[in-house]
């Protein structure tokens, strides 16, 4: 049997060296030539992956780079928590450590967050939370477990959340499909609004999952959220009818599938959804005669870099193409007024609605979303008690009116 040598390889991602012992990936630096160094003392010395790990760990914090923390984090959340959460988590780091390469934990400052967040002024609230969270966590994790003695942004605050509210009734959902030009994601759309399910459920869902004679979709605990309880969702007969004929004459793979057989990712759905909404809002734009005046074309127009580049020169912009941009930049902006931000989670969430408000009681309605605890229900739908009609309603029926 031939005896294996690990060698260096280089991830362009992370514009850095690596060489893998015993399953884990040892970071040895940017620099080639002393990657290369490192590695044969690394060879020579006979280390394992554990021996360089705690070597590169009990470091004084001078020495220690963010991103070899990042690492040692996510190798621990691939181990320990749900391939959706490691994602989740190397992402958001990935961006911090494209953004500051060899920042160490001595130097890093709450500031430094703060100005990472701040470079990306098109994320949402909710968007800009995450990421400071993503940070904070790593941290704490490392405080915890005792890599680290001190967090240096441990007492930074991230902004509060906006709720994802955007409600979509029978009519707006009608209308939503009928400019939905993705057959394959029309079918997903429609089982998550009959159904409730959450997105990160259905665009993992295999035919394992499906039970037919029983008419629902069963996840198993080790695959469900939180881990607790296995996760069941109930199909309605327009749900069913799709499911059937989604995995007819087969036997494995994701239920839904996008037009080229490939399993739907949130990034693909989302991006159809930003398409959808803009089209409906240019044609909202037309059935309103809405227009822009000159004022509000200069304006855009001053902020637009004056040049751009063509087949690799920079070349400058006509004013024609100054004025092109720039009232494009309004109709998207315009568009993004007029018509709700959609997604699944609107979907699921505006099930939820529907069935609050059609007297389906909350404990019921906790089960079948998967919550584990119905008082998530009142925090979440707590609109549905601005509704007088609702509210009215509710009241006569608890006195048997």
Not at 326 to 353: F, G, I, M, N, Q
Request: aromatic share 10%; net charge positive; charged share 30%.
């Amino acid at each position: 049997m031939l005896y294996h040598i690990p060698k260096p390889f280089f991830r362009p991602a992370r514009k850095t060296w690596f060489v893998q012992l015993h399953g884990k990936q040892i970071n040895l630096g940017k620099d080639k030539d002393a990657a290369f160094k490192r590695y044969h003392e690394i060879m020579a010395a006979g280390l394992d992956a554990s021996d360089v790990r705690s070597s590169a760990l009990t470091q004084p914090a001078d020495g220690q780079k963010l991103a070899d923390l990042f690492d040692r984090y996510l190798e621990w959340l691939k181990s320990n928590r749900s391939p959706d959460t490691y994602e989740w988590y190397r992402y958001r780091l990935q961006r911090f450590v494209d953004f500051y390469p060899e920042l160490t934990l001595a130097e890093l400052k709450p500031y430094h967050v703060q100005e990472w967040v701040d470079s990306y002024p098109a994320l949402a609230v909710t968007t800009k939370r995450n990421y400071i969270r993503s940070v904070k966590r790593s941290l704490h994790w490392a405080k915890m477990l005792g890599h680290i003695d001190r967090n240096p942004i441990e007492y930074i605050s991230a902004p509060t959340g906006q709720a994802k509210d955007v409600y979509i009734s029978q009519q707006e959902f009608d209308r939503l499909l009928a400019n939905t030009p993705d057959e394959e994601l029309k079918k997903l759309m429609v089982v998550t609004y009959e159904t409730g399910c959450r997105p990160q459920e259905s665009l993992r869902l295999e035919i394992r999952h499906v039970e037919l004679h029983n008419r629902r979709f069963v996840l198993p605990r080790t695959e469900a959220k939180g881990k607790k309880a296995p996760r069941v969702i109930y199909l309605t007969d327009k749900a069913f009818q799709i499911v059937s004929e989604l995995i007819a004459g087969r036997t494995s793979g994701p239920v839904f599938r996008d037009s080229k057989n490939r399993a739907w990712t949130p990034a693909a759905t989302n991006s159809i959804f930003k398409r959808v909404r803009q089209a409906l809002g240019r044609k909202l734009i037309k059935e309103q005669k809405i227009t822009f005046t000159e004022e509000e074309i200069k304006r855009i127009e001053a902020t637009i870099t004056p040049t751009h580049f063509v087949k690799g020169r920079e070349v400058k912009r006509t004013k024609t193409e100054l004025r092109t941009h720039a009232k494009a930049k309004l109709v998207r902006a315009k568009c993004k007024e007029l018509v709700p931000s959609y997604s699944l989670y609107a979907l699921r969430h505006s099930w939820a609605t529907n069935a609050l408000t059609a007297g389906v009681d909350a404990l019921t309605v906790a089960i079948l979303m998967g919550h584990q605890d119905p008082s998530m229900l009142a925090k979440v739908y707590q609109h549905l008690s601005h509704s007088p009609l609702h509210m009215l309603a509710q009241a006569k029926k608890a006195v048997g009116e």
